[in-house]
């Protein structure tokens, strides 16, 4: 079975601080795709990255990068120099092959970033 | 450039009633889900489908059916709705085979809808 898990519930920080959103995940599969999404207070979903269980590469765009570690099971989200505009809720989640690529989701973090 | 277009946005039902959101993708997407979204839950998945005319439970499919007579509609049918069923719905779909990028693709969400039964 497929499991993520994000053990911070919310976090709150002042603008321009440094923060990190954990996220670990759990599956037999070898081959498996990781995914953040956003949900800001509007309620839409905004995808923000995938990654395939392939490729370790850690990632940035922008303020935004991501550290992948197979070796922890974790995929973990940091946003450099918080805006006000990135409070929102922020999604991990995991989807493994088998014709259906459905999503099993982390139950969130919310993120307050303060003026 | 709709997207994922979900109808309704908001509905309130009494208990007992009967409704049907409806889904509707204009990206030739092959697969289509069903999202709840309940507070401290995260989303969890009702019903999903890997084309037309086809139909999977999920995680949570109990109290729910769902049909997919045409590729870019997905129906999600509350036959008797009751106050558990209060959460904010979620459509999404995914996968296109004319992609270039035969690989896992990201889910294109809707808007929601929010659902209230009283």
């Known amino acids: 079975a497929q499991k993520v898990t994000q053990a911070q519930t919310e976090i709150s920080v002042v603008e321009k601080e440094d923060v990190t959103l954990d996220c670990v995940y759990e599956?037999?599969?070898?081959?498996?795709?990781l995914f953040w999404y956003k949900q800001p207070p509007s309620g839409e979903l905004v995808f923000l990255i995938r990654?395939?269980?392939?490729?370790?590469q850690n990632e940035i765009s922008g303020r935004y990068s991501w550290n992948f570690q197979k070796s922890t099971s974790s995929f973990n989200f940091t946003i450099t120099a918080s805006q006000v505009v990135d409070s929102a809720v922020y999604f991990c989640?995991?989807?493994?092959?088998?014709?259906?690529?459905?999503?099993?989701f982390g139950k969130g973090t919310k993120l307050t970033v303060n003026p | 450039n709709a997207g994922v277009t979900q109808t309704p946005k908001f509905r309130v039902l009494k208990t007992g009633q009967s409704m049907t959101l409806l889904c509707a993708q204009d990206?030739?997407?092959?697969?289509m889900y069903w999202y709840r979204q309940d507070p401290g839950m995260g989303l969890r998945l009702i019903h999903y489908?890997?084309?037309?005319?086809?139909?999977a439970k999920g995680e949570v499919p109990d109290g729910y059916n769902v049909s997919r007579l045409k590729k870019q509609n997905f129906l999600l049918g509350l036959e008797s709705a009751a106050p558990s069923q209060t959460s904010v719905y979620f459509c999404?779909?995914?996968?296109?085979?004319?992609?270039?990028?035969?690989?896992?693709?990201?889910?294109?969400f809707g808007d929601g809808t929010r659902l209230s039964i009283l």
């Open positions: 990206m030739n997407h092959e697969y």
């Open positions: 489908s890997v084309g037309e005319g086809t139909t």
């Open positions: 990654r395939n269980s392939f490729d370790e």
């Open positions: 599956t037999r599969d070898t081959t498996y795709y």
């Open positions: 999404a779909s995914s996968y296109s085979a004319q992609s270039r990028d035969r690989g896992n693709q990201p889910q294109h």
């Open positions: 989640a995991l989807s493994t092959q088998g014709g259906s690529e459905k999503l099993v």
